[in-house]
């Protein structure tokens, strides 16, 4: 027998370099590198000089730790943004920042203290405020690399700092603004307050947890009253804050409330107390609960309504103690009193409830400010002085001091260390919070902004005129409230997604005022002059323009008691006028950045063109608690100084939680580290991960799921590849027009230009779990299991010049200008690689989306004749399981007369198809021989090992003398 030749050296194979093993780990930094040595960023900047502006403004991380996996989610988001943009042509920089005052570097300073036993209270001020700076510094440092790494393109050399002094004047700018417009005021009101931290703090600045409190009944003897049936009763209060007692000042009841005057009747439990004394108020629908928390039946014996109780007087139960303790305690109508739980009679202590304070201060009960900022009451107080601290269990046990005192005066009805709720606490120490009455700076919500005015009757927006209410087009109009004009922001800001707008929107139309104050040494301080005469502050603007002077040549550390003459000038005299020692709500700072960043010309590729009006910002991106923190704070102060918001939209993201949906603590060992990641699979496995996932819900992330992740990006990996290998050697005269290919390029580059319209939709969506599922789709289903996969026969063993496989070569380098670029946001390091495998130079990264040809082509078709082929290829199968057939080119297919007109062998990859009267596919094995070198059975093959006469003439050619 004749040894068949082997025809390998004649078919035309793809030819690359670029591996398919990626080696991502050792691969990028050297990118990431070069990058950095050409300036990529500047000439990004320097490329869209000129066009449209897309500014994302930053939020500001604080610089107290290593990149977490929120840290790498969020600045991926952000970079896929400014990169897609950045693609459609838009002129968008990027300016990283970090905020860096504040508690959170203040306490992890302070636990460096702790650790070497140094109190921060013996250290001078700005000794301690140069290591928080110090210690904010380095950890910006450290930040800064770890972001880099993920491959973020931004202006990392001179990124915006908070504690920057120019930043720092400039937020001290923004408060006076706020001070010039009346839009201060210092009152005492219940805030959160840490005693641990010894601050107040932001609803931002808290967390919820689940606890176990001390949960008392306390008994109230009624001295007076003008109802005969409550005289000589006592009334109950229930609470969970037995330290609150001590503060106790009134009581409140329900005006619509049924109250029952009831008595002890036999006991309940196993118990052996003996019934308390005397005849009970309480609601008549809380009998029963009250009586399971007291241990005997409770029997009620007359009813009366809650009006009736207007005018009765009670004494607390401590009342011996005189002073203090033996001023009456009178009953006052509260409409927040409700019958859910407790006893339906509410224990007023002003200092310590914002309903308390409210409802005293109306009737002209004042707070009394008994517990000091470490929790401790204040050493002149007539009971429990000096003793605390108020968080402590121990101390609002069933056994501690309170529940004892009260037990021994008689007035403790029951006590259990049982009630479980949620409670706040400080997200930086974990310790609980209180509600505390100190006095505060406060921005009222609710006070008109005489500096704001309507620009017109019909526009929801606000202009700052500097002054006065001036008249607009359609007459005077009353100036808005911070309140309004914030609600008019929102209702004019784009939400993505858009359940955003009505969370914010419920936060700000139900926020307290806005507490600025901080007692704490680092951060901007509140650089107000009082008169300590009038209790007025100092309005001039000639000491705020000292003042703003001062802090942008030295920063913080100008606002002293030293520099106060100097800050007041010869006009006033420092004895008549106290300086503020708080410093500024670290909320207030952020808030301000878009100030400082965006307006200041520190960084000139952000300026608006002269002239322009309205939000500087075209985005704000951050996690979904943000609504409450940097979206409300930056919302309010814009609103406050411009009338108007800082931003156009805003785009919030979810949690990462761990693969079994649990949120990630290191207590429980379920993080996921983005730093391990990328040492182990890369930077582009994370921005794959990041940009694959629904990130405007909670998402999930673990090895499984990364692994999974690290698969697609193979597939798509795969793509490039074979992009690169079967353009080998193309030339542009090889090149073909769309009107000269066959219908299946012409179909393909039909789906590219849908591709195309899905992929600009979601940009302008901002919906990048679309953009890349509908890009892998592409390439994994349309390329490579359809597509590549037909072609191949005519990519390997077609003549160079055929035009079928210079239509389809033709294809491929459209297919590989548009996907290098459609991926070159999503898999930064990777597009790099790959383009320049193809094109050595330029970055990819300076590249605009692609323009796709036009091409027709019946859809509807080409989807019938591809569900087709996936009956066909399911039909094969057995046979090539039982080794009937080695592959479908040896199978004959016989399809229903129905299927739409093509070339049905090439397109199914089969010897040959016949058209049949039957519904479904038949498949038999091909008695034709297969030709040596495209191994396609033909009639024309006379035996197997024998070429075609298309691979005939094509072997002649290519051996041909040259």
């Known amino acids: ?195 641990v931290e010894k601050t107040a703090l932001a609803e931002a600045e808290v967390e919820y947890e689940d606890i176990t409190s001390t949960q008392i009944d306390v008994a109230f003897e009624i001295v007076d009253s003008r109802c005969t049936a409550v005289r000589g009763a006592r009334a109950v209060i229930w609470t969970t804050t037995p330290w609150t007692i001590p503060v106790n000042q009134a009581l409140a009841y329900g005006p619509e409330v049924e109250y029952a005057v009831c008595r002890f009747g036999d006991r309940m439990g196993d118990h052996d107390r003996p019934a308390p004394e005397g005849s009970v108020l309480i609601a008549a629908g809380l009998v029963e609960q009250f009586a399971a928390r007291v241990g005997f039946r409770v029997i009620p ?71 000091e900022a470490d929790g401790k009451y204040r050493e002149d107080w007539p009971w429990l002085a000096g003793q605390g601290s108020v968080i402590n269990p121990k101390f609002n046990a069933p056994d501690g001091p309170i529940c004892s005192d009260l037990r021994e005066a008689g007035g403790l009805l029951a006590a259990s260390a049982d009630y479980k709720h949620s409670y ?115 309005v001039d603007e000639a000491v705020n323009e000292r003042i703003i002077n001062a802090v942008r040549a030295h920063g913080v550390d100008a606002w002293s008691d030293e520099a106060a003459q100097d800050l007041l ?56 608690d943000q609504h409450r923190g940097w979206f409300q704070s930056s919302l309010l102060e814009s609103c406050a100084t411009r009338g108007h918001a800082p931003y156009k939209a805003v785009l919030t993201h979810g949690f990462t939680m761990d693969a079994k949906g649990f949120k990630m603590s290191k207590s429980l060992g379920n993080t996921i ?17 990041a940009l694959s996932v629904d990130f405007t819900e909670d998402h999930r992330i673990g090895d499984e799921i990364l692994k999974g992740v690290a698969d697609q990006y193979r597939k798509l990996r795969n793509t490039l590849r074979y992009l690169l290998g079967a353009l080998d050697g193309f030339e542009e005269a090889e090149r073909i027009g769309v009107a000269e290919m066959p219908e299946l390029e012409r179909y393909v580059l039909a789906l590219l230009g849908k591709l195309d319209a899905t992929l600009r939709e979601a940009v302008e969506a901002f919906d990048f779990n679309t953009y890349v599922r509908a890009l892998l789709d592409f390439c994994n289903e349309d390329l490579s299991a359809f597509f590549f996969d037909i072609r191949k026969d005519c990519l390997y063993c077609d003549a160079h010049d055929d035009p079928k496989r210079r239509a389809y070569r033709t294809v491929l380098d459209t297919l590989f200008h548009a996907l290098i670029r459609y991926a070159a946001p999503v898999i930064v390091f990777t597009a790099e690689e790959t383009w320049q495998s193809r094109y050595p130079g330029e970055s990819v990264h300076l590249l605009e989306w692609p323009e796709v040809p036009a ?100 072997v002649g050619e290519v051996e041909a003398p040259a």
């Not at 739980?341 to 005293?360: I, K, Q, R, W």
């Not at 010869?570 to 301000?592: C, K, M, N, Q, T």
Request: charged share 30%.
């Open 424 to 538: 706040p606490h400080s997200w930086r120490s974990k310790a609980k919070v209180i509600y505390r009455c100190t006095p505060q700076w406060f921005v009222p919500m609710d006070k008109a902004m005489t500096h704001i005015s309507p620009k017109s009757a019909s526009e929801n927006s606000w202009e700052a005129e500097g002054g006065a209410i001036n008249p607009s087009e359609e007459g005077e109009f009353a100036s808005p409230t911070l309140r309004a004009a914030a609600l008019a922001a929102i209702a004019e800001t784009r939400f993505v997604p858009d359940k955003g707008r009505n969370r914010i929107g419920a936060m700000v139309e139900g926020r307290p005022d806005w507490v600025l104050s901080r007692q704490r040494a680092w951060g901007v301080p509140i650089t107000l002059f009082v008169d300590r005469k009038t209790g007025e502050y100092l």
């Open 673 to 689: 580290s983005p730093l391990k990641v990328m040492e182990t699979n890369g930077a582009d496995i994370i921005r794959l991960w």
């Open 301 to 371: 014996m007359q009813i009366i309504k809650g009006s009736d109780l207007a005018g009765t007087i009670a004494r607390h139960p401590m009342h011996a103690l005189g002073g203090f303790f033996a001023e009456p305690r009178p009953f006052l109508p509260g409409d927040f009193v409700t019958t859910e739980s407790g006893t339906g009679l509410v224990h007023m202590a002003p200092d310590h409830g914002e309903d308390d304070f409210d409802l005293c201060k109306a009737n002209g009960i004042g707070p009394k400010f008994a517990v």
């Open 569 to 624: 000038g010869p006009d006033y005299d420092a004895e008549d006028y106290e300086r503020v020692a708080d410093i500024l709500d670290v909320w207030f700072d952020s808030g301000s950045t878009h100030a400082f960043v965006l307006e200041s010309g520190r960084w000139p590729d952000l300026l608006r063109p002269e002239g322009y009006t309205g939000p500087k910002a075209d985005l704000y991106l951050e996690g979904s």
């Open 1 to 195: 027998m004749t040894e068949k030749r082997d025809y390998r050296s004649t078919v035309f194979l793809p030819k690359t370099d670029f591996p398919m093993k990626a080696g991502l780990p050792q691969k990028e930094p050297g990118i990431l590198a070069r990058w950095q040595a050409e300036g990529i960023y500047r000439k990004t900047r320097d490329a869209r000089v000129g066009r449209e502006q897309f500014i994302l403004h930053d939020g500001p991380p604080y610089a107290n730790g290593d990149m977490h996996i929120g840290h790498a989610l969020n600045h991926i988001l952000k970079d896929m943004v400014v990169r897609t943009q950045t693609l459609l042509g838009k002129d968008a920089p990027y300016v990283p920042g970090w905020d860096c005052h504040g508690l959170p570097i203040e306490w992890k300073v302070e636990e460096e203290y702790r650790k070497k036993k140094k109190n921060k209270d013996e250290v001078p001020a700005e000794e301690f405020r140069a290591e928080c700076r110090a210690y904010a510094q380095n950890w910006v440092n450290v930040q800064r690399e770890q972001l880099k790494r993920l491959g973020i393109n931004g202006d990392w050399d001179n990124p915006y700092l908070t504690m920057d002094f120019q930043a720092e004047a400039t937020i001290v700018g923004e408060l006076l603004k706020f001070a010039q417009n009346g839009m201060l005021y210092r009152g005492a009101k219940p805030v959160m307050w840490s005693p």
């Open 855 to 954: 091409a027709e082509a019946d859809i509807d078709k080409w989807q019938e004749l591809r569900s087709l082929r996936a009956a066909v290829t399911e039909a094969i199968e057995p046979l090539r399981r039982e080794k009937i057939v080695g592959s479908s080119l040896a199978a004959e297919v016989t399809v229903p007369d129905t299927a739409p007109e093509a070339d049905l062998a090439e397109l199914f990859i089969t010897a040959k198809v016949t058209r049949g009267q039957g519904e479904g596919v038949s498949v038999t094995p091909s008695h034709d021989h297969k030709c040596g070198r495209c191994w396609r059975h033909l009639p024309e093959v006379t035996e197997d090992g024998d070429l075609c006469a298309r691979c005939d003439d094509v």
